[in-house]
């Protein structure tokens, strides 16, 4: 719909294209109403009163036939994330004594045998201990991270520092398994699996909140 | 032989190129030896080496002719300072609000992977009428768009102690040209769908690095960019292409970006809670703080700066991820009263904004300060204000508090160390 740009350019050389430029801030400023349904085509950036960043796209042609359609399996073959809803675990489950094997063999030199003694990122702590005085509180996975997944997602495509991506899946699920058990957040026989991981309550949920920073006077 | 005269002469400069090229390098790396150089803000100690060339009169010797690579000057070393996983830009070494690029700050999560350029892809696929993917010539073919921009690291906050830099208090902010194509112009080729409101940006270190991104800020104003103040972008800020969103945190801006998946919702990647989240009152978590908060440093005078009495130009730069910069306030009385700086045009939207502001030092002990001041009307809080707002758990991201210089009667200039380590 609106997606008429000011070519601010020619609005400095060529006075006699004014008044087209003014009809156009018209456009722009209605436009910036309802910019959220304009969602196919390419929105006005900033207000007219900054035109040096704003596109000129008027005499663009619908689609400029540059790059190509990507297929089903050069998409599967990067699409590894993990949503909070669970969809993009692969099929797959662990346990936690395995994962224990795992995290020994492959985690604990970097975030300690037992997840707090580093020196890399504390993993183990509990939303309960009621204070920290004196010493930094740490913010690991069972006080500060709001979503199982989230360990799927990360481990599996970042860790371990030194092999990242090598863990095959049900590896990842029994890491997942043992860190959530570290922290209290499941049993020791737990089965972590695909179809219940997204379920799992993490204790540091209720905590977050959006960023209500605006600008303006007020200090947030 | 006119034109064979004109060649022995070439040969000849070549030759005596040749050797004080030879002079300058070899010898240089054989013996350094330590010099006190005359520099704009007084006499540094540099290490320069013992055997360069410095005629007596640079007007009665052939220099050396064009080199096919600029080099800076020998007398001037600016340097990052760095850490495992960050650098940061010498700001008290810089005059414009330009970053050159190889004085970028870096913040990496997994490294500086080296990509192909010539198998570089970038991926657009979920909510989207048509995956595609884009080869890096292919975002070349794009309508290009350049915008001069700050990028800022959102734990750009450092303090502690009174011999403290600039570059090492808020050094994780560099600005720079980009150069790219518009992420509204992608999307135009994919064909956004009507429900999406989100998408992951996915990088190709070896942290895979993901970011979720509401969609009207790519729409607005993402870029996926590729140069970088005219030339290629550096591989330490993400080459061949990354994701740039102005005046956002920088770690949204994705380096080395592989992937896009347009999606309805974020994906609450590790990047997006367990880090970049900040504690605020209440025991709570601030999650998605993109916009960079207006924020002023004094680059001069300051720490490790020996101050002359009388006139000196107080000189810094401000910046705000909510637009323009209107007012930097400078005060030379540790903060009794305020005086508007002159700002260096033209002003441009998210980017550095350098200030100066004349001052005569009468040798007084005193504190110097600076406060931006953005079109949203926010004014730079202090430390104290920061922690009021935010509670005793106050998180170590989006800190931008007033910073203080003390100015001691023998011209020491020290940084007023306050609030969190």
């Given at each position: 719909?609106?997606?008429?740009?000011?070519?601010?350019?020619?609005?400095?050389?060529?006075?006699?294209?004014?008044?087209?430029?003014?009809?156009?801030?018209?456009?722009?400023?209605?436009?910036?109403?309802?910019?959220?349904?304009?969602?196919?085509?390419?929105?006005?950036?900033?207000?007219?009163?900054?035109?040096?960043?704003?596109?000129?796209?008027?005499?663009?042609?619908?689609?400029?036939?540059?790059?190509?359609?990507?297929?089903?399996?050069?998409?599967?073959?990067?699409?590894?994330?993990?949503?909070?809803?669970?969809?993009?675990?692969?099929?797959?489950?662990?346990?936690?004594?395995?994962?224990?094997?795992?995290?020994?063999?492959?985690?604990?030199?970097?975030?300690?045998?037992?997840?707090?003694?580093?020196?890399?990122?504390?993993?183990?702590?509990?939303?309960?201990?009621?204070?920290?005085?004196?010493?930094?509180?740490?913010?690991?996975?069972?006080?500060?991270?709001?979503?199982?997944?989230?360990?799927?997602?990360?481990?599996?495509?970042?860790?371990?520092?030194?092999?990242?991506?090598?863990?095959?899946?049900?590896?990842?699920?029994?890491?997942?398994?043992?860190?959530?058990?570290?922290?209290?957040?499941?049993?020791?026989?737990?089965?972590?699996?695909n179809r219940n991981l997204a379920k799992i309550k993490m204790p540091a949920k209720g905590l977050f909140?959006?960023?209500?920073?605006?600008?303006?006077?007020?200090?947030? | 032989?006119?034109?064979?005269?004109?060649?022995?002469?070439?040969?000849?400069?070549?030759?005596?190129?040749?050797?004080?090229?030879?002079?300058?390098?070899?010898?240089?790396?054989?013996?350094?030896?330590?010099?006190?150089?005359?520099?704009?803000?007084?006499?540094?100690?540099?290490?320069?080496?013992?055997?360069?060339?410095?005629?007596?009169?640079?007007?009665?010797?052939?220099?050396?002719?064009?080199?096919?690579?600029?080099?800076?000057?020998?007398?001037?070393?600016?340097?990052?300072?760095?850490?495992?996983?960050?650098?940061?830009?010498?700001?008290?070494?810089?005059?414009?609000?330009?970053?050159?690029?190889?004085?970028?700050?870096?913040?990496?999560?997994?490294?500086?992977?080296?990509?192909?350029?010539?198998?570089?892809?970038?991926?657009?696929?979920?909510?989207?009428?048509?995956?595609?993917?884009?080869?890096?010539?292919?975002?070349?073919?794009?309508?290009?768009?350049?915008?001069?921009?700050?990028?800022?690291?959102?734990?750009?906050?450092?303090?502690?102690?009174?011999?403290?830099?600039?570059?090492?208090?808020?050094?994780?902010?560099?600005?720079?040209?980009?150069?790219?194509?518009?992420?509204?112009?992608?999307?135009?080729?994919?064909?956004?769908?009507?429900?999406?409101?989100?998408?992951?940006?996915?990088?190709?270190?070896?942290?895979?690095?993901?970011?979720?991104?509401?969609?009207?800020?790519?729409?607005?104003?993402?870029?996926?960019?590729?140069?970088?103040?005219?030339?290629?972008?550096?591989?330490?800020?993400?080459?061949?292409?990354?994701?740039?969103?102005?005046?956002?945190?920088?770690?949204?801006?994705?380096?080395?970006?592989?992937?896009?998946?347009?999606?309805?919702?974020?994906?609450?990647?590790?990047?997006?809670?367990?880090?970049?989240?900040?504690?605020?009152?209440?025991?709570?978590?601030?999650?998605?703080?993109?916009?960079?908060?207006?924020?002023?440093?004094?680059?001069?005078?300051?720490?490790?700066?020996?101050?002359?009495?009388?006139?000196?130009?107080?000189?810094?730069?401000?910046?705000?991820?909510?637009?323009?910069?209107?007012?930097?306030?400078?005060?030379?009385?540790?903060?009794?009263?305020?005086?508007?700086?002159?700002?260096?045009?033209?002003?441009?939207?998210?980017?550095?904004?350098?200030?100066?502001?004349?001052?005569?030092?009468?040798?007084?002990?005193?504190?110097?300060?600076?406060?931006?001041?953005?079109?949203?009307?926010?004014?730079?809080?202090?430390?104290?204000?920061?922690?009021?707002?935010?509670?005793?758990?106050?998180?170590?991201?989006?800190?931008?508090?007033?910073?203080?210089?003390?100015?001691?009667?023998?011209?020491?200039?020290?940084?007023?160390?306050?609030?969190?380590?």
């Amino acid at each position: 719909m609106l997606c008429l740009k000011v070519r601010w350019w020619q609005v400095n050389t060529k006075k006699l294209k004014l008044k087209r430029y003014l009809t156009l801030c018209l456009f722009l400023a209605l436009a910036g109403c309802n910019r959220s349904e304009n969602l196919q085509g390419p929105t006005p950036i900033e207000s007219e009163s900054n035109p040096v960043n704003t596109l000129d796209t008027r005499d663009w042609p619908e689609s400029f036939q540059i790059g190509r359609e990507a297929q089903e399996d050069e998409i599967a073959r990067q699409d590894i994330d993990v949503r909070p809803d669970g969809e993009g675990l692969p099929e797959g489950s662990g346990t936690v004594a395995l994962g224990k094997q795992i995290y020994l063999a492959k985690c604990a030199t970097c975030h300690g045998r037992t997840g707090v003694e580093g020196p890399e990122a504390k993993l183990v702590a509990r939303l309960s201990r009621p204070d920290y005085e004196g010493r930094k509180k740490p913010k690991a996975i069972g006080n500060y991270w709001p979503y199982a997944t989230t360990l799927f997602d990360y481990i599996n495509r970042a860790m371990p520092f030194n092999a990242p991506g090598s863990l095959r899946p049900d590896e990842v699920y029994s890491l997942t398994a043992y860190l959530l058990y570290e922290n209290r957040i499941v049993e020791r026989d737990e089965i972590v699996t695909n179809r219940n991981l997204a379920k799992i309550k993490m204790p540091a949920k209720g905590l977050f909140v959006n960023d209500d920073r605006r600008g303006g006077r007020e200090v947030k | 032989m006119g034109i064979k005269s004109e060649e022995t002469k070439n040969e000849t400069n070549h030759a005596l190129a040749k050797i004080s090229r030879r002079k300058l390098l070899l010898g240089g790396a054989a013996t350094a030896a330590v010099a006190l150089v005359k520099s704009s803000f007084g006499e540094i100690q540099t290490a320069i080496p013992e055997s360069l060339y410095i005629p007596a009169d640079p007007t009665k010797v052939q220099g050396p002719p064009p080199f096919d690579l600029g080099t800076r000057s020998p007398f001037e070393r600016p340097l990052k300072k760095t850490s495992d996983t960050s650098s940061r830009t010498p700001l008290q070494d810089l005059y414009g609000t330009i970053t050159p690029a190889d004085l970028h700050y870096e913040r990496h999560h997994g490294g500086v992977p080296t990509i192909d350029p010539e198998k570089y892809e970038l991926l657009i696929h979920g909510m989207v009428e048509k995956p595609m993917i884009f080869t890096l010539a292919d975002l070349k073919r794009f309508p290009a768009f350049s915008r001069i921009c700050f990028l800022e690291c959102s734990g750009n906050f450092r303090t502690g102690k009174e011999e403290m830099m600039p570059q090492e208090i808020a050094g994780l902010t560099s600005q720079s040209e980009w150069t790219g194509v518009m992420l509204s112009t992608l999307f135009r080729e994919v064909g956004i769908k009507s429900k999406a409101s989100w998408f992951l940006a996915e990088g190709s270190d070896a942290a895979v690095m993901t970011r979720s991104i509401p969609l009207q800020k790519g729409l607005q104003d993402g870029m996926i960019v590729y140069a970088q103040n005219g030339e290629a972008i550096r591989p330490q800020q993400g080459y061949p292409a990354r994701l740039f969103l102005p005046g956002w945190e920088g770690n949204t801006s994705v380096k080395w970006i592989r992937r896009i998946e347009v999606s309805d919702q974020p994906y609450m990647t590790r990047e997006e809670t367990s880090k970049y989240t900040e504690g605020i009152k209440g025991g709570k978590i601030r999650q998605f703080s993109f916009d960079m908060d207006a924020r002023s440093i004094i680059t001069y005078p300051a720490y490790p700066v020996i101050l002359q009495q009388g006139w000196v130009e107080i000189r810094g730069i401000a910046w705000t991820g909510r637009g323009k910069i209107v007012k930097v306030e400078v005060s030379t009385d540790a903060g009794k009263t305020w005086n508007s700086a002159k700002l260096q045009g033209p002003v441009m939207d998210k980017a550095h904004t350098y200030f100066r502001y004349l001052w005569n030092w009468r040798g007084d002990e005193t504190e110097i300060l600076s406060r931006a001041i953005d079109e949203t009307g926010y004014i730079q809080p202090t430390m104290k204000q920061l922690m009021e707002a935010r509670g005793r758990d106050m998180g170590g991201y989006h800190l931008n508090p007033i910073t203080a210089w003390r100015i001691k009667r023998d011209g020491t200039v020290l940084f007023r160390p306050e609030g969190k380590a």
